[in-house]
Nanobody, 128 residues
């Protein structure tokens, strides 16, 4: 089993920055990717950023490109999401996700499908 523990989040003003962190523990040897998704009230969960665990290939949603940065620490099994220039529309519950499967070219790591484990979510609220 894999457990994901998130930290960070909170209430900030537009233009501010925040950093989210996610630590993975347990059976992580087959991890092929970790990522962040978010869900705003009344909306579907959407992809934010993802990173291939071994090769470090990174994916971003268009809405966060240039503002958010995802990074990983393989030794610590952690993934961070640095969020700059936050906007009110970034307000959502942010979820860390992990793919406890070996890499497959058939996986689309920008979609929820390949991710097998999810964190409990952390609230990010950006006031205008």
């Amino acid at each position: 089993q894999v457990q994901l523990t998130e930290s960070g989040g909170g209430l900030v003003q537009a233009g501010d920055s925040l950093r989210l962190s996610c630590a993975a523990s347990g059976r992580t040897f087959s991890t092929s990717a970790m990522g962040w998704f978010r869900q705003a009230p009344g909306k579907e969960r959407e992809f934010v950023a993802g990173i291939r665990w071994t090769v470090g290939i990174i994916y971003y949603a268009d809405s966060v490109k240039g503002r958010f940065t995802i990074s990983r620490d393989n030794a610590k099994n952690t993934v961070d999401l640095r969020m700059n220039s936050l906007k009110p529309e970034d307000t959502a519950v942010y979820y860390c996700a992990l793919t406890a499967r070996y890499y497959s070219s058939s996986y689309d790591y920008t979609r929820p499908g390949p991710y097998t484990n999810w964190g409990q979510g952390t609230q990010v609220t950006v006031s205008s």
